[in-house]
């Protein structure tokens, strides 16, 4: 198969892509090259049946578009070229964001300069009609902002001399964009700021609260303003009492926003919850309140993507759930959400937080079973689904299995080019320790040299290294002591 960027893109679409594609690429409006339609008719017969690649020679493809024998041919390059564009064309034009009032104010202001005020008149009562919901809802006001800007227009060039509401409402829509805008920028810069130690200047701001929270200020009182102004208070003050804001501005005002501009604020929200746990780790409360908002993300399919719950926040769910002891409802959250999950994900996911579960309740066959012959393809599921199996095997005194897991683990951690090489640090350790205090559990070492000797330069060791699963370590230390004493 001839190597390309137009064959190597073309590999990465759906069949259905594909077929919307080639109603594109025969459309006489963007194309009236007769050899760049042949040349993806024949590109796209062969290229979704491996067997048949073979064909996407340079020799076949001047054989079947240009009729001529060999591999150059002065059009190739140049028809290669035109598709490639035309299907770059296609993706912009296919996975634009639909802004419905934007094209309406378009067309107003043709109609305007074409003098077709009846036409034009009929658009406006259309427009009236219709309240479209965008993804970021600092869209809507820009549409209305440029709606009456062009209405102002329309009663300026026919004549107008009174007064007009339009030039007012323009004034109002632009203002509430800028706020809006402004605020959410504000947010993501004092999050960012804490999650990754950043120093990004959010300026304008104080001044802005400063007019919001005058009495007569006309706009504190709109739902995204007092959302946002909220969420920021929360954000950068770090207090729960502008979160318990956030949740009742939340509730009151959901309709408001896109589902998706509604996960994004979630998110601004999770990420306060996780800080505080972290820095209060003996707190659960904050814990209780991260698994009861995912309890309200899961119920209202706002954190679902393509109606389907992602498999990260599925982990996420019962992880938390789990370390709250609510053990009951995890089994049932697992199984309940199953069906939710991505179709090409769901069985590896649903294995390894069923196994993950079995595993925390000492159901350590149960464990090893969940996770029989399931392949991960992510490295993430793969090391977590090897950290629960070397557990298991741990505890069910399997040595064998164990040691035999100890090596494939650490071949696999070392052909494995994607782990970042801090998490590799993690995992080799997390092996060397367990093999260790496997030996010292069975009796070796402890036969060899002594309780004391053997596990408190390896406490020491464990204490002072970046290891995965260090809580895990130490209690196995406790309990080795406690039984040898």
Same mark, same amino acid.
């Given at each position: 198969?001839?190597?390309?960027?137009?064959?190597?893109?073309? $590999?990465?679409?759906?069949?259905?892509?594909?077929?919307?594609?080639?109603?594109?690429?025969?459309?006489?409006?963007?194309?009236?090259?007769?050899?760049?339609?042949?040349?993806? &008719?024949?590109?796209?017969?062969?290229?979704?049946?491996?067997?048949?690649?073979?064909?996407?020679?340079?020799?076949?493809?001047?054989?079947?578009?240009?009729?001529?024998?060999?591999?150059?041919?002065?059009?190739?390059?140049?028809?290669?070229?035109?598709?490639?564009?035309?299907?770059?064309?296609?993706?912009?034009?296919?996975?634009?964001?639909?802004?419905?009032?934007?094209?309406?104010?378009?067309?107003?202001?043709?109609?305007?300069?074409?003098?077709?005020?009846?036409?034009?008149?009929?658009?406006?009562?259309?427009?009236?009609?219709?309240?479209?919901?965008?993804?970021?809802?600092?869209?809507?006001?820009?549409?209305?902002?440029?709606?009456?800007?062009?209405?102002?227009?329309?009663?300026?060039?026919?004549?107008?001399?009174?007064?007009?509401?339009?030039?007012?409402?323009?004034?109002?829509?632009?203002?509430?964009?800028?706020?809006?805008?402004?605020?959410?920028?504000?947010?993501?810069?004092?999050?960012?700021?804490?999650?990754?130690?950043?120093?990004?200047?959010?300026?304008?701001?104080?001044?802005?609260?400063?007019?919001?929270?005058?009495?007569?200020?006309?706009?504190?009182?709109?739902?995204?303003?007092?959302?946002?102004?909220?969420?920021?208070?929360?954000?950068?003050?770090?207090?729960?009492?502008?979160?318990?804001?956030?949740?009742?501005?939340?509730?009151?005002?959901?309709?408001?926003?896109?589902?998706?501009?509604?996960?994004?604020?979630?998110?601004?929200?999770?990420?306060?919850?996780?800080?505080?746990?972290?820095?209060?780790?003996?707190?659960?409360?904050?814990?209780?309140?991260?698994?009861?908002?995912?309890?309200?993300?899961?119920?209202?399919?706002?954190?679902?993507?393509?109606?389907?719950?992602?498999?990260?926040?599925?982990?996420?769910?019962?992880?938390?759930?789990?370390?709250?002891?609510?053990?009951?409802?995890?089994?049932?959250?697992?199984?309940? $959400?199953?069906?939710?999950?991505?179709?090409?994900?769901?069985?590896?996911?649903?294995?390894?937080?069923?196994?993950?579960?079995?595993?925390?309740?000492?159901?350590?066959?149960? &464990?090893?079973?969940?996770?029989?012959?399931?392949?991960?393809?992510?490295?993430?599921?793969?090391?977590?689904?090897?950290?629960?199996?070397?557990?298991?095997?741990?505890?069910?005194?399997?040595?064998?299995?164990?040691?035999?897991?100890?090596?494939?683990?650490?071949?696999?951690?070392?052909?494995?080019?994607?782990?970042?090489?801090?998490?590799?640090?993690?995992?080799?350790?997390?092996?060397?320790?367990?093999?260790?205090?496997?030996?010292?559990?069975?009796?070796?070492?402890?036969?060899?040299?002594?309780?004391?000797?053997?596990?408190?330069?390896?406490?020491?060791?464990?204490?002072?290294?970046?290891?995965?699963?260090?809580?895990?370590?130490?209690?196995?230390?406790?309990?080795?002591?406690?039984?040898?004493?």
């Amino acid at each position: 198969m001839i190597s390309s960027k137009l064959i190597q893109l073309l $590999y990465t679409f759906s069949s259905r892509e594909l077929t919307k594609l080639g109603d594109f690429v025969e459309s006489p409006y963007f194309n009236k090259n007769k050899d760049v339609i042949k040349l993806y &008719a024949y590109i796209t017969k062969y290229l979704q049946h491996k067997r048949s690649q073979v064909k996407l020679s340079k020799e076949s493809i001047n054989s079947y578009v240009f009729n001529t024998s060999g591999t150059d041919h002065p059009h190739f390059n140049v028809t290669f070229n035109r598709l490639l564009n035309l299907v770059y064309e296609f993706l912009i034009y296919e996975n634009q964001e639909p802004i419905w009032l934007t094209q309406q104010c378009t067309l107003l202001e043709q109609l305007r300069l074409k003098d077709k005020p009846k036409d034009y008149n009929g658009i406006c009562r259309k427009i009236e009609k219709r309240n479209q919901l965008h993804d970021h809802i600092e869209d809507q006001y820009w549409d209305q902002f440029l709606l009456h800007n062009e209405l102002d227009i329309s009663f300026i060039t026919s004549g107008g001399r009174s007064f007009d509401l339009n030039l007012q409402h323009k004034n109002d829509f632009l203002d509430l964009y800028f706020i809006t805008k402004k605020l959410k920028i504000a947010c993501d810069m004092v999050s960012r700021n804490r999650v990754i130690a950043s120093n990004y200047q959010y300026r304008l701001v104080d001044e802005l609260f400063v007019y919001l929270d005058q009495v007569d200020s006309p706009y504190k009182d709109e739902p995204s303003i007092q959302v946002y102004a909220s969420l920021f208070k929360m954000l950068s003050q770090q207090t729960d009492q502008h979160y318990q804001s956030v949740l009742q501005k939340l509730t009151i005002y959901a309709d408001q926003f896109s589902i998706f501009e509604q996960r994004s604020i979630y998110d601004f929200v999770l990420n306060y919850l996780i800080g505080k746990y972290n820095q209060n780790t003996g707190q659960t409360s904050y814990l209780d309140e991260i698994l009861n908002l995912y309890k309200v993300l899961v119920k209202g399919k706002i954190i679902y993507i393509n109606d389907h719950l992602p498999p990260w926040e599925y982990k996420t769910i019962v992880t938390t759930a789990i370390s709250l002891g609510y053990l009951e409802w995890t089994q049932e959250f697992i199984e309940t $959400y199953k069906e939710d999950l991505p179709t090409d994900s769901k069985d590896h996911s649903y294995a390894y937080n069923m196994a993950y579960y079995k595993y925390m309740i000492k159901d350590y066959k149960g &464990a090893l079973l969940a996770l029989y012959d399931v392949n991960f393809n992510d490295w993430r599921y793969y090391t977590g689904a090897k950290m629960i199996q070397l557990r298991s095997y741990f505890e069910l005194d399997e040595e064998e299995a164990l040691l035999s897991l100890v090596d494939t683990f650490r071949v696999y951690l070392n052909r494995k080019g994607s782990i970042p090489e801090n998490h590799k640090l993690l995992y080799r350790n997390f092996i060397k320790f367990a093999a260790k205090l496997y030996k010292i559990k069975s009796g070796f070492e402890l036969k060899r040299k002594g309780t004391d000797q053997s596990l408190n330069p390896l406490l020491q060791q464990i204490q002072q290294e970046n290891v995965a699963s260090k809580a895990w370590l130490l209690d196995t230390i406790k309990k080795i002591q406690h039984n040898a004493s």
